[in-house]
């Protein structure tokens, strides 16, 4: 978390608009109060574009990396862009993915130093370089390649990709965590 308030507040039910409220009947009940929808509401064409897309990296039929691979990203990537927002939410998702707590924190450690597996050291590399570089190395790709078909590196990338810009976003806009979701005050610290 960057920011202790909303620079974008996110739009109160009173507030809503026809439009906005055709765009909320599209969600699920949980989602619709959600600060992250809410906040992006402000721009219904955007939310609306922005829905296809999200929908295809968050569908575990479409995306076809496995669950717990899908969160392990998410969490790495959340945590490198700081997005405490993004990180507070799939913290609470890590464990009925598959993740222990152990790995969990070891997500956050940028040293390394927990005893991955070789097909997750090679996640944590590819979310490293993707947000110091841009760019997944060749070394990396052939290691992901040993385990993930084509379509799976891809939409690694695609997860990856997509967490950066949605943590770039609630990271900006100011969005607040949702009632009832934890925060780690660690990454108010950083």
């Given at each position: 978390?960057?920011?202790?308030?909303?620079?974008?507040?996110p739009?109160?039910?009173?507030?809503?608009?026809?439009?906005?409220?055709?765009?909320?009947?599209?969600?699920?009940?949980?989602?619709?109060?959600?600060?992250?929808?809410?906040?992006?509401?402000?721009?219904p064409?955007?939310?609306?574009?922005?829905?296809?897309?999200?929908?295809?990296?968050?569908?575990?039929?479409?995306?076809?990396?496995?669950?717990?691979?899908?969160?392990?990203?998410?969490?790495?990537?959340?945590?490198?862009?700081?997005?405490?927002?993004?990180?507070?939410?799939?913290?609470?998702l890590?464990?009925?993915?598959?993740?222990?707590?152990?790995e969990?924190?070891?997500?956050?450690d940028c040293?390394?130093?927990?005893?991955?597996?070789?097909?997750?050291?090679?996640?944590?590399?590819?979310?490293?370089?993707?947000?110091?570089?841009?760019?997944?190395?060749?070394?990396?790709?052939?290691?992901?390649?040993?385990?993930?078909?084509?379509?799976?590196?891809?939409?690694?990338?695609?997860?990856?990709?997509?967490?950066?810009?949605?943590?770039?976003?609630t990271?900006?806009f100011?969005?607040q965590?949702?009632?009832?979701?934890?925060?780690?005050?660690?990454?108010?610290?950083?």
């Open positions: 978390m960057r920011l202790r308030s909303p620079r974008v507040k739009v109160e039910i009173a507030d809503e608009t026809a439009e906005q409220e055709a765009i909320l009947e599209s969600l699920n009940e949980v989602a619709r109060s959600m600060n992250l929808f809410r906040t992006s509401l402000k721009s064409t955007c939310m609306k574009a922005q829905m296809v897309w999200s929908n295809y990296v968050g569908s575990r039929k479409t995306n076809e990396v496995p669950w717990r691979e899908k969160e392990l990203v998410i969490l790495r990537i959340s945590f490198l862009c700081r997005s405490g927002y993004e990180w507070s939410h799939h913290r609470r890590a464990v009925p993915a598959g993740l222990s707590e152990d969990i924190l070891a997500i956050k040293n390394n130093t927990h005893q991955w597996s070789e097909k997750d050291a090679a996640l944590i590399r590819m979310c490293d370089e993707l947000v110091q570089d841009h760019f997944v190395t060749d070394e990396t790709w052939a290691r992901l390649c040993a385990d993930f078909s084509e379509k799976q590196c891809m939409d690694l990338v695609y997860t990856a990709s997509h967490y950066t810009m949605v943590s770039m976003f990271n900006s100011g969005v965590p949702d009632d009832g979701v934890p925060v780690d005050d660690e990454l108010f610290a950083l």
